[in-house]
T-cell receptor, first 111, second 113 residues
Framework: EAQVTQNPRYLITVTGKKLTVTCSQN?????MSWYRQDPGLGLRQIYY???????DKGDVPEGYKVSRKEKRNFPLILESPSPNQTSLYFC??????????FGPGTRLTVT | RKEVEQDPGPFNVPEGATVAFNCTYS??????FFWYRQDCRKEPKLLMS???SGNEDGRFTAQLNRASQYISLLIRDSKLSDSATYLC??????????????FGKGTSLLVTP
């Protein structure tokens, strides 16, 4: 089954404790992105990757890192999480960059 | 002007009604458009693509008005299961501009018995 998976689905952590949210797709898509979704603000792109070893900042990259060592994986790293990073996070992949397929989401709470 | 704007709603309609949402966009060079559906706390899922004047899929019709720079989504014979948030999406143009899809903030639809 073609899908995008994310782990963990739910995470409660404390300020400053490094965490990684994994994202994997099995559709051989070149393009992958991370978004965060907050009430009243809609979906905002954090980082994107057009191919292996090619990543770039989206609209709200501060406080996040990504890596793309393999085509299928695109982890999101929060080196020192803060409460303002409490959000719902979505990973997405796309063959062409337009129609994107989203993972199920990761609900992160930073206390 | 924001890149993509939608009426947030909520639109409350009875089962069987016809409802339409509009979405305006600012980039006149945009060539393709999408409607995504998002259920509460779940991931957005592609509902329809619009590449020319419009697209129809069963009870759903998407139309594009390039002159006025808006797209619309029409839902006929609304079902309870249509209750969701509908996101209007405009890809960047040129398409290699970071692949940051421009999402509207969504229109909330509630279909009632």
């Amino acid at each position: 089954e073609a899908q995008v998976t994310q782990n963990p689905r739910y995470l409660i952590t404390v300020t400053g404790k490094k965490l990684t949210v994994t994202c994997s797709q099995n559709m051989n898509h070149e393009y992958m992105s991370w978004y965060r979704q907050d009430p009243g603000l809609g979906l905002r792109q954090i980082y994107y990757s057009m191919n292996v070893e090619v990543t770039d900042k989206g609209d709200v990259p501060e406080g996040y890192k990504v890596s793309r060592k393999e085509k299928r994986n695109f982890p999101l790293i929060l080196e020192s999480p803060s409460p303002n990073q409490t959000s719902l996070y979505f990973c997405a992949s796309s063959l062409s960059g337009s129609e994107q397929y989203f993972g199920p989401g990761t609900r992160l709470t930073v206390t | 002007r924001k890149e993509v704007e939608q009426d947030p709603g909520p639109f409350n309609v009875p089962e069987g009604a016809t409802v339409a949402f509009n979405c305006t966009y600012s980039n006149s060079a945009s060539q393709s458009f999408f409607w995504y559906r998002q259920d509460c706390r779940k991931e957005p899922k592609l509902l329809m693509s619009v590449y020319s004047s419009g697209n129809e899929d069963g009870r759903f019709t998407a139309q594009l008005n390039r002159a006025s720079q808006y797209i619309s989504l029409l839902i006929r014979d609304s079902k309870l299961s249509d209750s969701a948030t509908y996101l209007c999406v405009v890809p960047p143009n040129p398409p290699n501009s970071g692949y940051a899809l421009n999402f509207g903030k969504g229109t909330s639809l509630l279909v009632t018995p």
